[in-house]
C-alpha cells in the first residue's frame, strides 16, 4: 500500500480484520494498528450462524475455516436435572437450506487465523502488530489525531477514518460518549475444551458428539459442542456471580460452579471436574448510545455495543457491522459524515433486536417453577419447522442486502 489509507483501525480482533476485508471488496485500503505482539489462541469456541457465514464466504474465508470447523446437526435443549430433551431445533443441511449459508462452530483462534490469512493476501490492507492506540482526539480540520506507541517510541498519525474495533473495554468509546465504561451484567462465563471421548464418557449420553447441547437450570445453563472436526468438545458455563476481573480468560477456581451444578445430574457435574476452566466476566455496552464522531470515528463489534452471549451472535454482529459500515462508506465516497450516520441507523435497530433475543434466552433459560413448566409446555407442543422460522430474521438476515444506507 502507497500513501495514508482510507481508514485507520484500531484493533485486530474479529471485528478489525473483518472491517478491512469489506473495505478491500470497495477497492478500499486501511491500516490495522494492534496491540498485541502476535493474534493469540485467545477464548475458546464460537457458534457462527448463517448470518455470519455468509459473509465469511464473501470474504474468501469460509473454505479456510471450514478445514476445522464442525456443521453440527441440531441444537439440543435438556434440563440439566434430569437430563430429559425439551426440544430438538434442527441445523446441519436443514440450516443451510433454509439460510443459505451453514451454522458452524468453530475455535475463536480457527477464525481469527482464516481471518488474518485473507488479511495477509491482501494488498489493501496492512497489519501493524504491537501498537497499540493510546489516545485519539478529533482534528479542527477533520479526522482524527491518534497517538501510537511503535517499540516504546510515541508517534502522532492523522486519519480521515478511526474505526474502532478495540472490543469490549473500549478506550476509543470515550470520543463519542460520555460514559465510555462498559457494564457488568451480573454474569460469569466459565470457558473450557474437552477431549470429546472424556466429555460423552462423563455425560453417558446426554451428550451428542455431533450436536449444540444446552442444559438449562435456574441457577445457570451450561453449552457444549463439538470443536476442531470434532476432536474436543466445547464447554460455557453461564451463572449469576461475580469476578474482579477485567481481562478475556483466567484460570479461576471453579467452586462457584459446582456449587451452581450441586443441584442438577451428577453427570454434568462430573463433566464439570474433567475440565479446567477460564472464567470472564460479562460485560455488555448499551447499543442505544452514539456509535460516530461525524468527523471521523466509528465504533465496531464489542467497542460499540458487547452483547451478552445469551443469542450467541457477538461475533456475527460484528462481523456484520463490518459489511455494514465498508458499504456505506464506499456508497458515500465523498461525504463521510453521511455514510456514517448511514451505517448508525442501519445497525442500531439490528442490535437492539438481538440484546432483547439474548434478554429473553437469559430469562427462559435460566427459568424455574411455573414459567420453566410452561417453557417446556411451547417448546415441545412446537415442530421443528416452527422453532426454525423464529430465527428467520435473525439467521435469514443478509447484512449486505439490508444496509439501509
Ligand atoms: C463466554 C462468551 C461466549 C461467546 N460466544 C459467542 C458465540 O458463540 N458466537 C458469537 O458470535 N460470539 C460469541 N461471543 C462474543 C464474541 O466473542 C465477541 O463479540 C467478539 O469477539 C467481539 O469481537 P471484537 O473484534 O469486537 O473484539 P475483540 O475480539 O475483543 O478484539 C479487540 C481487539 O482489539 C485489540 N485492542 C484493544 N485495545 C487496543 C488498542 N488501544 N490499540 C490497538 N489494539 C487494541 C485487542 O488486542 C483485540 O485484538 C462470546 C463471548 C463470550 C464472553
Not at 45 to 70: C, E, I, M
Not at 135 to 161: I, S
Not at 163 to 190: E, K, P
Request: aromatic share 6%; proline share 6%; hydrophobic share 50%.
Amino acid at each position: 500500500m502507497t500513501g495514508e489509507p482510507d481508514a485507520v483501525i484500531a484493533g485486530a480482533g474479529i471485528a478489525g480484520l473483518s472491517f478491512a476485508l469489506a473495505m478491500a471488496r470497495h477497492g478500499l485500503s486501511t491500516r490495522i494498528y494492534e496491540k498485541a505482539p502476535e493474534l493469540s489462541e485467545i477464548g475458546a469456541g464460537l457458534q457462527l450462524s448463517p448470518n455470519a457465514t455468509r459473509l465469511l464466504a464473501r470474504f474468501g474465508v469460509l473454505d479456510a475455516l471450514k478445514v476445522s470447523a464442525v456443521r453440527p446437526k441440531a441444537l439440543n435443549l435438556r434440563k440439566a436435572r434430569n437430563l430429559s430433551s425439551i426440544a430438538r431445533f434442527p441445523l446441519g443441511m436443514a440450516a443451510e437450506e433454509r439460510w443459505a449459508a451453514p451454522y458452524l462452530v468453530v475455535h475463536r483462534a480457527d477464525l481469527q487465523g482464516a481471518l488474518l490469512g485473507r488479511v495477509r493476501e491482501e494488498p489493501l490492507v496492512e497489519l501493524v502488530t504491537e501498537t497499540p492506540v493510546e489516545n485519539a482526539r478529533f482534528h479542527a480540520d477533520g479526522g482524527v489525531r491518534l497517538r501510537l506507541v511503535r517499540n516504546g517510541t510515541a508517534q502522532e498519525v492523522h486519519t480521515p477514518l478511526l474505526v474502532a474495533a478495540d472490543g469490549v473495554w473500549s478506550h476509543m468509546r470515550r470520543l463519542v460518549r460520555s460514559s465510555v465504561r462498559s457494564r457488568f451484567t451480573g454474569y460469569i462465563a466459565w470457558r473450557a475444551t474437552l477431549p470429546v471421548d472424556e466429555a460423552l464418557t462423563a455425560t453417558g449420553g446426554a451428550l451428542e458428539a455431533d450436536c449444540v447441547t444446552a442444559f438449562m437450570d435456574p441457577a445457570f445453563h451450561l453449552v457444549a459442542y463439538p470443536l476442531r472436526n470434532g476432536g474436543e468438545i466445547n464447554l460455557v458455563a453461564i451463572q449469576p456471580g461475580e469476578v474482579p476481573l477485567n481481562a478475556w480468560a483466567q484460570v479461576a477456581d471453579p467452586t462457584p460452579l459446582e456449587k451452581a451444578l450441586a443441584g442438577a445430574n451428577p453427570a454434568l457435574a462430573r463433566l464439570a471436574a474433567s475440565a479446567s476452566w477460564t472464567v470472564w466476566p460479562i460485560h455488555e455496552v448499551d447499543p442505544a448510545d452514539a456509535w460516530t464522531g461525524p468527523q471521523g470515528l466509528a465504533l465496531i463489534g464489542d467497542a460499540a455495543h458487547a452483547v451478552p452471549p445469551f443469542a450467541a451472535q457477538g461475533a456475527g454482529m460484528a462481523i456484520e457491522d463490518a459489511v455494514v459500515l465498508a458499504n456505506a462508506l464506499a456508497r458515500h465516497r465523498d461525504d463521510l459524515a453521511t455514510a456514517l450516520s448511514a451505517y448508525e441507523a442501519a445497525r442500531k435497530p439490528r442490535l437492539a433486536r438481538v440484546a432483547r433475543r439474548g434478554a429473553f434466552n437469559r430469562f427462559t433459560w435460566h427459568a424455574g417453577g411455573a414459567v420453566a413448566l410452561a417453557r417446556d409446555l411451547v417448546l415441545r407442543s412446537r415442530s421443528e419447522k416452527a422453532l426454525m422460522s423464529d430465527f428467520d430474521w435473525l439467521y435469514g438476515f443478509d447484512a449486505e442486502a439490508c444496509d439501509g444506507a
